[in-house]
């Protein structure tokens, strides 16, 4: 079993450094850059699923049994371990919230 990828996921030079872990779930149209760690925590079975047309930054760390919603943008370097509702834009160690209802294709 590996992990679940949507139609049209891009990684980013085809995913040169990145950690997937096995069970994640990533949907339609989300582009991945590179470096990025998607993966779970340690006594916890549940890991991140990603909604449809997210963009994930270069070094972006998504840890924990979270939900990063649809048309999201995580920044670089930032690090999620809370789930993220849709439409959001999302930078910071640890991550948080800088805009909502953005225009995913603006970004």
């Given at each position: 079993m590996g992990a679940k990828l949507g139609k049209n996921v891009i990684l980013g030079y085809g995913g040169l450094g990145c950690v997937i872990h096995r069970r994640a779930v990533i949907g339609n149209n989300v582009t991945i850059g590179t470096g990025v760690t998607i993966g779970g925590t340690s006594n916890c079975y549940n890991v991140p699923k990603i909604?449809?047309?997210?963009?994930?930054?270069?070094?972006?760390?998504?840890?924990?049994?979270?939900t990063i919603g649809s048309n999201c943008f995580i920044g670089v370097n930032s690090v999620v371990t809370k789930s993220i509702p849709d439409g959001c834009l999302v930078y910071g160690v640890p991550a948080r919230i800088v805009k909502n209802n953005i225009d995913i294709s603006k970004y």
């Amino acid at each position: 079993m590996g992990a679940k990828l949507g139609k049209n996921v891009i990684l980013g030079y085809g995913g040169l450094g990145c950690v997937i872990h096995r069970r994640a779930v990533i949907g339609n149209n989300v582009t991945i850059g590179t470096g990025v760690t998607i993966g779970g925590t340690s006594n916890c079975y549940n890991v991140p699923k990603i909604g449809d047309n997210s963009k994930i930054s270069s070094g972006a760390k998504i840890i924990g049994p979270i939900t990063i919603g649809s048309n999201c943008f995580i920044g670089v370097n930032s690090v999620v371990t809370k789930s993220i509702p849709d439409g959001c834009l999302v930078y910071g160690v640890p991550a948080r919230i800088v805009k909502n209802n953005i225009d995913i294709s603006k970004y």
